[in-house]
T-cell receptor, first 115, second 114 residues
Framework: AQTVTQSQPEMSVQEAETVTLSCTYDTSESDYYLFWYKQPPSRQMILVIRQEAYKQQNATENRFSVNFQKAAKSFSLKISDSQLGDAAMYFCAYRRGGGADGLTFGKGTHLIIQP | DTAVSQTPKYLVTQMGNDKSIKCEQN?????MYWYKQDSKKFLKIMFS???????INETVPNRFSPKSPDKAHLNLHINSLELGDSAVYFC?????????????FGQGTRLTVV
């Protein structure tokens, strides 16, 4: 079975600086997707970024980018120019390609932005 | 229009009661899910359902049952509620096939069993 590990329960960064959240996963599948979701205090789950395993190029969305190391099964999220609104829980998630077995989540990283 | 909506947003009930949480999606997705988020914020899938199969997480008690009247709805029924069922329950949907594989989530239902 696949597993997702986030080794940082909490991270703190100064506003306007850069922070990297770590995620590793374990799978025997070759076709899969990886995601980062953000959960602010409102508890809404918001997709931050998506990476298809077959793509070598790292995904980017404005200030958010990933470092996808397929061989190492690592999928870290970099947030540049951190803003107060980035404060939230961040969840790394895995989904097998095809099938309907849903997302496997890591335990989350609580990101604190220091003004 | 809200893409995935679930009701109610908050639910407080007594032990032993039976309750339902409703979920509807207007995205035309073919697969819907229920996730449970515990007090430590850990998210775990409970069910996934499309018109072909129902996949049940083996750790989910059989007091929990999904009911899908049609492709756009997946309701969660819970019988004989227990204190340990207190959690936030999220409904989600996604397209099983295709380029966009991410799940879209409802706003969550905070269930408190007293």
């Amino acid at each position: 079975a696949q597993t997702v590990t986030q080794s940082q329960p909490e991270m703190s960064v100064q506003e306007a600086e850069t922070v990297t959240l770590s995620c590793t996963y374990d799978t025997s599948e070759s076709d899969y997707y990886l995601f980062w979701y953000k959960q602010p205090p409102s508890r809404q789950m918001i997709l931050v970024i998506r990476q298809e395993a077959y793509k070598q190029q790292n995904a980017t969305e404005n200030r958010f980018s990933v470092n996808f190391q397929k061989a190492a099964k690592s999928f870290s999220l970099k947030i540049s120019d951190s803003q107060l609104g980035d404060a939230a829980m961040y969840f790394c998630a895995y989904r097998r390609g095809g099938g309907a077995d849903g997302l496997t989540f890591g335990k989350g990283t609580h990101l604190i932005i220091q003004p | 229009d809200t893409a995935v909506s679930q009701t109610p947003k908050y639910l407080v009930t007594q032990m032993g009661n039976d309750k339902s949480i409703k979920c509807e999606q207007n995205l035309g997705h073919d697969t819907m899910y229920w996730y449970k988020q515990d007090s430590k914020k850990f998210l775990k899938i409970m069910f996934s359902y499309n018109n072909k199969e129902l996949i049940i997480n083996e750790t989910v008690p059989n007091r929990f049952s999904p009911k899908s009247p049609d492709k756009a709805h997946l309701n969660l029924h819970i019988n004989s509620l227990e204190l340990g069922d207190s959690a936030v329950y999220f409904c989600a949907s996604s397209q099983e096939q295709g380029i966009r594989a991410e799940a879209f989530f409802g706003q969550g239902t905070r269930l408190t069993v007293v």
